[in-house]
């Protein structure tokens, strides 16, 4: 059982934003800055598309982009393409100096 | 360019053990330290630990202490893992990932294991 908690799922039509919550507490997403997020399309590997709470790695589009307001960090998805379509998964340092994802989230484009 | 690349898929019987090697290339392997994540069949992402490459120094996450074991071969920039006592739910895919500010930035193809009579 993960310490963090996502919806099971987010869906959008192409063009439109969606957001994705990952909501943890004082011990991990609202203690610490390092909050991140991974895009995994099914049979791939999981590609880093923000690090740090809303820093987003070279190569990753701008469409994506992140935040945190306390024990909660989001992941937002502008102008929603097919090629988005995928599972999301969050993670957080936490105060045991561990990390932590949370379960993930499937993105479908309607 | 930065490559991560794992070794084969293992197939072992319940008992048994397996090594996991996740060779890099395209940086000083000694600068980045080096994680692990458990992918179940059809499951989420689960953090196993990490692995100081400077001083070998590994650290592991709740329920990997036990039969779980980091190890390096600076001398060719590869990093291990080890399972013992291979058990059924240990069958999932195994992927190396590289730090990258407090991320992990790049990850090994993955490697899956699977335990089976």
Redo the contacts between chains.
Sequence with gaps: Q?ALTQPASVSGSPGQSITISCTGTSSDIGGYN?V?W?Q?HPGK????MI??VS?R?SGVSNRFSGSKSGNTASLSISGLQAEDEA?Y?C?S?TSS????????TKVTVL | QVLLVQSGSELKKPGASVKVSCKASGYTFTTYAMNWVRQAPGQGLEWMGWINTNTGNPTYAQGFTDRFVFSLDTSVGTAYLQISSLKAEDTALYYCAREYSSAWGYWGQGTLVTVSS
Excluded: I, M, R
């Design positions: 993960s390092y991140s991974y995994q590997a999981p590609k880093l690090y740090e820093y790695p599972d998964y993670t340092h100096n561990f990390y932590v994802f949370g379960p993930g």
